[in-house]
């Protein structure tokens, strides 16, 4: 978890200005190698077996003892595992978030970002100097059938934590209803929605690489049949026509307002007389917590850097939902997704 100074720590850092806050960042970039050399390891499932001394994990994973009596001390400073009788075990922030959670898939998380901080973030400084990047996002990320999958299922770990939420503030109409889900590659909320309405028939456009981690959780899913896969550019796709309701969750940040406007006009076009967007993203405006914040800000910086996007205030939000055409808009605040906002608005 991250580093949390004691008060006298936080008073020399804060308030006295009296140590470098930076060292704490630097800190954060050690801890994060840190954690994602253990995963890669297996250290964490290990542990998770069987409790064991620095040799014995050494010998069970074929590692370098002298290796581990660095990296095991580290883990148990920053609270992943703890030290008992010269034995270690993961502790309880291991066993629930990396070990038992279904929905935090840390594997994927941390492989993605350790391959996005190696090849993509060094080139930060030169993409703000110039405002040109040397890769294009989806390209690097479809490039790789591992690495695509690693990025398909961390965006589906919100999904799947905060989906139930987000699908309680959704309403259709009573009979039968036909939802487009745009850019739902990982397939989680089209499979939600099907779930809360029996009669919905939903239909996930997306690139290849996105529909091949929804046809894996489509499998064996009994509302599978109620959904289709359609491949394909929604800038160039055709959306069909009669739609109650059009998702476009995490898509408009890849945007600038302009653009935004005449995809809510495509949106607009594809659904019926009174039918629904529903836009989840990162909104700034009324976000609780200073760390969600930061967080939140962080986030757009990473946006900017891997393919030119931002994040948006609620004003600007407002704006581009009015200008497509769009009336009657709420925001709903999602406590089990800080710093997100989801945003319906109706077709008139």
Request: charged letters at 20%; aromatic letters at 8%.
């Amino acid at each position: 978890m991250p580093i949390t100074p004691n008060i006298l720590e936080r008073t020399a850092f804060n308030t006295l200005n009296m140590v470098p806050g930076l060292m704490l960042d630097f800190a954060g970039m050690l801890a994060m190698q840190a954690v994602t050399t253990a995963v890669e390891l297996g250290i964490f499932q290990t542990l998770a077996k069987q409790p064991a001394t620095v040799s014995e994990l050494a010998k069970q994973l074929q590692l370098q003892e002298r290796g581990l009596l660095a990296l095991l001390p580290a883990l148990a400073a920053l609270h992943y595992v703890e030290e008992k009788n010269g034995r270690y075990h993961n502790s309880s922030l291991t066993t629930k978030w990396l070990i038992e959670h279904d929905a935090f898939d840390a594997q994927a998380l941390l492989h993605f970002w350790s391959a996005a901080s190696h090849e993509l973030l060094p080139h930060t400084t030169e993409i703000i100097r110039t405002g040109e990047r040397p890769f294009e996002f989806y390209d690097w990320t479809e490039a790789d059938a591992d690495l695509s999958d690693a990025y398909q299922r961390q965006l589906a770990m919100n999904a799947v934590t905060a989906g139930p939420s987000v699908i309680k503030k959704l309403t259709l109409p009573d009979g039968p209803t036909r939802l487009l889900d745009v850019g739902g590659g990982h397939g989680t909320y089209s499979i939600l929605m099907c779930q809360k309405y029996p009669s919905l028939e939903a239909t996930i456009l997306d690139y290849f690489a996105g529909l091949e981690t929804a046809r894996q959780k489509l499998a064996g899913q009994p509302v599978a049949s109620r959904i289709t896969l359609q491949k394909g550019d929604m800038w160039q796709a055709e959306w069909g026509e009669g739609f109650d309701m059009i998702l476009l969750f995490n898509v408009l940040h890849q945007y600038d307002i302009e653009t935004n406007v005449k995809l809510l006009q495509k949106a607009k076009q594809a659904l019926k007389p009174g039918g629904q967007v529903a836009i989840l993203d990162q909104i700034t405006g009324k976000i609780p917590g200073t760390a969600v914040n930061a967080l939140i800000r962080l986030i757009a910086l990473q946006y900017y850097v891997f393919a030119d996007g931002r994040v948006f205030s609620r004003t600007e939000m407002t704006e581009i939902c009015s200008s497509a055409g769009f009336t009657d808009l709420q925001f709903h605040n999602l406590t089990s997704l800080p710093g997100n906002t989801l945003l319906t608005a109706v077709r008139p």
